[in-house]
């Protein structure tokens, strides 16, 4: 489940030039439940190597109760870089040291427009579309796009050996009144088969998200809240006699 909520919770985005400032390398620990019960963590970790080259992190590790079931952990990566004001991907890693191992690397060649995906050491290659990202970078394009203003966003990702296009509604904004601050927020809603993602993206954050919720058919929502963040300031701390969550003036 943290799998599902975490490593493919999200949408994907398509490299093409923005107007949105490029965002501070920063680290996101955000706390994972079900419920009341805590069942985990998630980290994002924004790097910058420097001469146009990042590398974007999600590391996610079960907790609480979800400790009695797994005690692996998942880590994904993708290397990219920003290329005429484009995000392009050029290797993807996942890597699930759980009882059900798996190991899977994507190279993109854009040369000749393939990308070879290896899972747990079979290789097979594909074609590849212009402006695809991969499964991790499409959560930093929805920061972007936020960003440069845009409310039509559609992606397309090279995800589980095909190419898929998502797209991704804009459902209004709200003010979330969470334990690290107050934050007006953009909502952002993603439905993939029975699964519907939705995320809080806090307008004074780069528009990352400070919440971010999954819900599959017959079964409760899992959430991840945002707890400690690093990299990009936090606004002063602001009191508030709102319900939790309220509609953003």
């Known amino acids: 489940m943290l799998c599902l909520m975490i490593t493919a919770s999200l949408i994907l985005f398509s490299s093409f030039a923005w ?26 970790i924004l790097h910058d190597k420097g001469n146009g080259n990042f590398v974007f992190e999600s590391i996610t590790k079960p907790g609480g109760i979800a400790k009695l079931f797994t005690r692996g952990k998942v880590v994904e990566r993708s290397y990219w870089r920003l290329q005429e004001n484009n995000l392009v991907p050029h290797e993807y890693t996942y890597q699930n040291s759980s009882d059900q191992k798996r190991d899977v690397k994507l190279l993109f060649n854009w040369q000749e427009f393939e990308v070879t995906n290896i899972i747990n050491g079979d290789p097979w290659t594909m074609d590849l579309e212009e402006n695809t990202l991969d499964k991790l ?18 992606y397309k990702v090279a995800d589980g050996g095909t190419m898929k296009t998502y797209d991704v509604v804009i459902s209004g904004k709200e003010r979330l009144a969470m334990e690290i601050g107050v934050f007006d927020t953009i909502k952002v809603v993603i439905t993939k088969s029975n699964r519907q993602t939705t995320l809080w993206c806090a307008e004074k954050l780069q528009f990352l998200p400070v ?27 602001q009191t508030t006699n709102s319900p939790a969550t309220t509609p953003a003036p």
Do not use: C, H, W
């Not at 965002?23 to 996101?28: K, L, R, V, W, Y």
């Not at 970078?137 to 559609?154: E, F, H, P, R, V």
């Not at 690093?230 to 606004?235: H, V, W």
């Open 19 to 44: 107007t949105a400032p490029m965002p501070t390398p920063f680290t996101a620990e955000y706390q994972v439940t079900k419920g009341v019960m805590s069942v985990g963590s998630t980290t994002r």
């Open 137 to 154: 970078l499409y959560q930093l394009a929805i920061m972007y796009d936020l960003s440069a203003g845009k409310n039509s966003l559609m």
């Open 211 to 237: 919440r971010i919720e999954q819900r599959k058919e017959d079964d409760g929502p899992i959430t991840a809240n945002l707890i400690e963040l690093r990299g990009i300031p936090l606004p002063s701390k």
